[in-house]
Structures are given as structure tokens and as C-alpha cells.
């Protein structure tokens, strides 16, 4: 395969040549040669335009203490190649339309910085978890919101090779992750991934998380490799928020990715005073507990963590509540039909698909309590009207809740959507890109993509 050129474009300063994937055998020669004939999609050029909390605490300091790109003047960048990973992983509608396009808007400060002094940006990220290559997960929907972002586009195709890009032009690659050896972290990957720029900026706070050859291979091979705008933003604020929180301090803890954040609960556990559960998470807790969970999401090689952990939260007196009634529905769409049931009483054919009105009243008076809150993972499927009413609570109680001095921290792609969605996003203390990423900071971890980064 290939690199997929979805298309080029020249902006009055800028240019953006969209979706070139670093090829099989990755050059600047051969960026973008071959294209895939799947993902030749032309992009319409319309642009117009921390043992101890204390150890831990200095452990998540030292992440900040990075090289910035703002430490990077012209004389650093005029005329070089760098390598930009954001996490451009947004939410997309069935029409390949952005939902929320708050990660975009959030890249767009180190890349400004970037062009501005005359460097050529050669941008990437990922998009969902494609395996292979995957045309729905292309990057190419993003190039429009991109381009109106960056400004000033008046021009036509452009080139599409990395040595052809003039100074103060950016060249987004597609998804990286239709290489496996992303994930994978492959050493050769990463090599090919470097060879294409001069200098590497980690801007993609939401994916600091995961070791991959876009966020910490490529350091090895790119000097300097500093912290772009966003990554920074974030670590100083959340490092702070999260190491010495305001007490009490509750997580509440939803969505789908319940393996990969399951884990987080039993760190959680050492952090919180208070737990709330919600989304996808909660029908493992169900079944660990001997309940029918009908065709709810349920991750059966977790049952017994999830039985443990309900265990160590009793405990250690930490707060940890589930939520009594759900929300189902009789499948997974818009116009399923739906009923409000016990969490006991889930019948056969049924999925929970958001939290009931007793559990929205119950989390609203456990967070009356609280002076930090943070929240990752929303609390049912909130794409669809019908099943949206429990997260749409949860973002107006914690806004609610800000107006009053509590610190409210919402992370991750979906969950920031939400807030958004409700109008909300305004009235919190801090949106974060970052969900995954933020509850691993909070549980003291190192986050990879920040620790392969020059020290400043
Ligand atoms: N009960 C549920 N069953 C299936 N999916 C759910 C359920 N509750 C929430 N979700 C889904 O979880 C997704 C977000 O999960 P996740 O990626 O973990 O959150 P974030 O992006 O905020 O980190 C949403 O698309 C939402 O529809
Ligand atoms: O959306 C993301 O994480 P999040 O849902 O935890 O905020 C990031 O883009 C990381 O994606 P990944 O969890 O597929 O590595």
C-alpha cells in the first residue's frame, strides 16, 4: 500500500497538502508515490480562507520540564522539516462530518507557531482503531476544518512531495495507524516515519499515553523533539489539578473503553474519595456481581478485576457507586425502543444504553460533596437523542458545580463532545483532549510520548 494523496492545497502563507501517507517504505521521495486507489479521495480545494502521592507528584513534575516549540525561533525553523503528532482523533458522524472538532482547534496554536517562522509541517495523528487500512477512518475529512483553521487558503493543488513543500506549508499524512507497526512501535517504522523531517513536535496530548512510533519512536531519531503548545497546556494544568486535588475529589469513570480504562479504577481507588461509574463500564461490574446484563457491552476477561475492585473500594472507604437503574434499549440505534429498568432486572435481547433517572439523581448529591471532579467517558450513548439524557445531566450538574468553585476537569475526545454538545464546554475549568491520558497522569504515570521529549 501506499500512501493515500487525498490532496493538496496552497494557503496565501501556508499550504496543506492533505493526506499523504508515509509509505511502505517511507522516503520523502516516495511519500507520496502509489497512492491506494481506495483512498485517492480528492478533498475539495475550497479553502478559503505520583508509592507516595509525594514521589508520584515529582515524578508527573518532571514530565513538564520539556523543550517547547515556543523555545524554537525562525533561525531554528526557516526552511526545516518537522514532524508534528497531534491527536486529531475526532468524533465523526455517519457522513464523515466532524461532530466536534475541539482536538482541531486545539493543534492549531503549534502549527501557527511553526509556519509562522517558515518551517514545513509535516502533520500526523491517528483516527479511531483501524486495523489495516480503512477508508471510513481516512484523515481526508479533516482537511476542510484544517484548512479554515489555518487560514488564508486561496490556491490550488500544490505539490504533494515532503522536498517539494515550500517554507510555511503543512502536509497532513493519513492515519497512521493503517500501519501496523505503529501500534507496534517499530523501531524501522519510526526510522522511515523521521526520515522525512528535521525536528519532531509532540503536540498530541491525547495519545501521550500510548508508546507508538509516532509519539515516542520517532524521538529517537529527531533532534530536537520538544512538546508542542497543547501538550504543554495540558501537563501544566493537570499536573497541578490532579496531584494535590481540592477535597473530596471524585472520578467518574464511562464510556467504552472499558479495557483500557478498568485498569485505572484500582489507581483511582488510591487517588478518590468518591467513584462513579457510568457508560459501557458498568455491565462488567453488573455480571462480576452475578446480574443479567442482557446484550449490555461486557468485558468477560474483567469480571474478576471488576469483582476485586468492588471489594478493595469497601475496603478502603472510598465511595464507589454504580448506578441503580439503566436505561435500555431493544438494539443499538437512534429508534430503538427503550424502557428504564432496575440494574437487577436487565431482561434477556436488552442493552443498557444509559443510566436511569435514579442513578442521575444519586451522582448529582454524591458530586454536591466534592471541590474536584474529573470526568472521562460519558454516561450512555449520547450520539442518540434517546440515550443522552444521563450524560447531558452529569455536564450540567458539574457546570453547575463550577459556578460554585469546584474544580471540574472533563478529558477525552467523546466525553468533551458531549460537553460540548450540551453547550457546557465554557463554564468547566478545564477541557482536556485527553482522557485516556489524563486518568494515567492522574494515576502518577510517566506518559510516554512526554518522557522520549528533550529535557528543556
Ligand atoms: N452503555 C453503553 N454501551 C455502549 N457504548 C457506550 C455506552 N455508554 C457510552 N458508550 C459510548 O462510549 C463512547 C465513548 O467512550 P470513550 O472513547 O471511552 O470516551 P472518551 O472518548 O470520552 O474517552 C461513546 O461513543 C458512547 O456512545
Ligand atoms: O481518543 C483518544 O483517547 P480517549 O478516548 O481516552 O480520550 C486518543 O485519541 C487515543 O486513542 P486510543 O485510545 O485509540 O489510543
Same mark, same amino acid.
Given at each position: 500500500m501506499a500512501s493515500a494523496a487525498a490532496a493538496t492545497m496552497t494557503f496565501r502563507r501556508a499550504s496543506l497538502a492533505a493526506a499523504c501517507l508515509p509509505a511502505r517504505s517511507l522516503g520523502s521521495a516516495?511519500?507520496?508515490?502509489?497512492?491506494?486507489?481506495?483512498?485517492?479521495?480528492?478533498?475539495?480545494?475550497?479553502? @478559503?480562507?505520583?508509592?507516595?502521592?509525594?514521589?508520584?507528584?515529582?515524578?508527573?513534575?518532571?514530565?513538564?520540564?520539556?523543550?517547547? %516549540?515556543?523555545?524554537? #525561533?525562525?533561525?531554528?525553523?526557516?526552511?526545516?522539516? @518537522?514532524? %508534528?503528532?497531534?491527536?486529531?482523533?475526532?468524533?465523526?458522524?455517519? $457522513?464523515?462530518? !466532524?461532530?466536534?472538532d475541539t $482536538?482541531?482547534? #486545539?493543534?492549531?496554536?503549534?502549527?501557527?507557531?511553526? !509556519?509562522?517562522?517558515?518551517?514545513?509541517?509535516?502533520?500526523?495523528?491517528?483516527?479511531?482503531r483501524p486495523k489495516g487500512v480503512t477508508p471510513k477512518f481516512s484523515l481526508a475529512p479533516l482537511v476542510p476544518r484544517l484548512s479554515e483553521l489555518l487560514d488564508d487558503v486561496i490556491g490550488p493543488e500544490v505539490e504533494k512531495l515532503v522536498s517539494a513543500l515550500p517554507n510555511g506549508s503543512v502536509l497532513l499524512l493519513e492515519n497512521v495507524r493503517f500501519y501496523k507497526e505503529e501500534e507496534k512501535n517499530d523501531l524501522e517504522f519510526a526510522k522511515k516515519l523521521a526520515s522525512l523531517a528535521d525536528l519532531y513536535v509532540n503536540d498530541a496530548f491525547g495519545t501521550a499515553h500510548r508508546a507508538h512510533a509516532s509519539t515516542e519512536g520517532v524521538t529517537k531519531f529527531l533532534k530536537p523533539s520538544v512538546a508542542?503548545?497543547?501538550?504543554?497546556?495540558?501537563?501544566?494544568?493537570?499536573?497541578?489539578?490532579?496531584?494535590?486535588?481540592? $477535597?473530596?475529589?471524585? #472520578?467518574?469513570?464511562?464510556?467504552?473503553?472499558?479495557?483500557?480504562? !478498568?485498569?485505572?479504577?484500582?489507581?483511582?481507588?488510591?487517588?478518590?474519595?468518591?467513584?462513579l461509574l457510568g457508560g459501557g463500564m458498568i455491565f462488567t461490574f453488573y455480571k462480576a456481581q452475578g446480574l443479567s446484563v442482557g446484550t449490555s457491552l461486557v468485558e468477560d476477561d474483567k469480571l474478576e478485576l471488576a469483582a476485586s475492585l468492588l471489594a478493595k473500594a469497601k475496603e478502603k472507604g472510598v465511595s464507589l457507586l454504580l448506578p441503580t437503574d439503566v436505561v435500555i434499549a431493544d438494539?443499538?440505534?437512534?429508534?430503538?425502543?427503550?424502557?428504564? %429498568?432496575?440494574?437487577?432486572? !436487565?431482561?434477556?435481547? *436488552?442493552?443498557?444504553?444509559?443510566?436511569?433517572?435514579?442513578?442521575?439523581?444519586?451522582?448529582?448529591?454524591?458530586?454536591?460533596?466534592?471541590?474536584?471532579?474529573? *470526568?472521562?467517558?460519558?454516561?450512555? @450513548?449520547?450520539?442518540?437523542?434517546?440515550?443522552?439524557?444521563?450524560?447531558?445531566?452529569?455536564?450540567?450538574?458539574?457546570?453547575?458545580?463550577?459556578?460554585k468553585g469546584v474544580t471540574t476537569i472533563i478529558g477525552g475526545g467523546d466525553s468533551v463532545a458531549a460537553v460540548e454538545k450540551v453547550g457546557v464546554a465554557d463554564a468547566m475549568s478545564h477541557i482536556s483532549t485527553g482522557g485516556g491520558a489524563s486518568l494515567e497522569l492522574l494515576e502518577g504515570k510517566e506518559l510516554p510520548g512526554v518522557v522520549a521529549l528533550d529535557e528543556a
Open positions: 516516495s511519500l507520496c508515490a502509489g497512492a491506494d486507489r481506495r483512498l485517492s479521495i480528492h478533498v475539495p480545494l475550497r479553502c @478559503v480562507s505520583a508509592s507516595s502521592a509525594r514521589r508520584e507528584t515529582r515524578a508527573a513534575a518532571a514530565t513538564m520540564a520539556k523543550k517547547s %516549540v515556543g523555545d524554537l #525561533a525562525a533561525a531554528d525553523l526557516e526552511g526545516k522539516r @518537522v514532524l %508534528v503528532r497531534a491527536d486529531l482523533n475526532v468524533p465523526l458522524d455517519d $457522513r464523515q462530518n !466532524i461532530t466536534d $482536538r482541531v482547534r #486545539a493543534a492549531i496554536p503549534s502549527i501557527k507557531h511553526l !509556519i509562522s517562522n517558515g518551517a514545513k509541517v509535516i502533520l500526523c495523528s491517528h483516527l479511531g508542542g503548545f497543547l501538550l504543554q497546556k495540558e501537563l501544566d494544568y493537570l499536573v497541578g489539578a490532579v496531584s494535590n486535588p481540592k $477535597r473530596p475529589f471524585a #472520578a467518574i469513570v464511562g464510556g467504552s473503553k472499558v479495557s483500557s480504562k !478498568i485498569g485505572v479504577i484500582e489507581s483511582l481507588l488510591a487517588k478518590c474519595d468518591i467513584l438494539k443499538f440505534a437512534s429508534d430503538a425502543s427503550s424502557q428504564v %429498568v432496575p440494574a437487577s432486572a !436487565i431482561p434477556d435481547g *436488552w442493552m443498557g444504553l444509559d443510566i436511569g433517572p435514579d442513578s442521575i439523581l444519586a451522582f448529582s448529591s454524591a458530586l454536591e460533596t466534592t471541590q474536584t471532579v474529573i *470526568w472521562n467517558g460519558p454516561m450512555g @450513548v449520547f450520539e442518540f437523542e434517546k440515550f443522552a439524557v444521563g450524560t447531558e445531566a452529569i455536564a450540567k450538574k458539574l457546570a453547575e458545580l463550577s459556578g
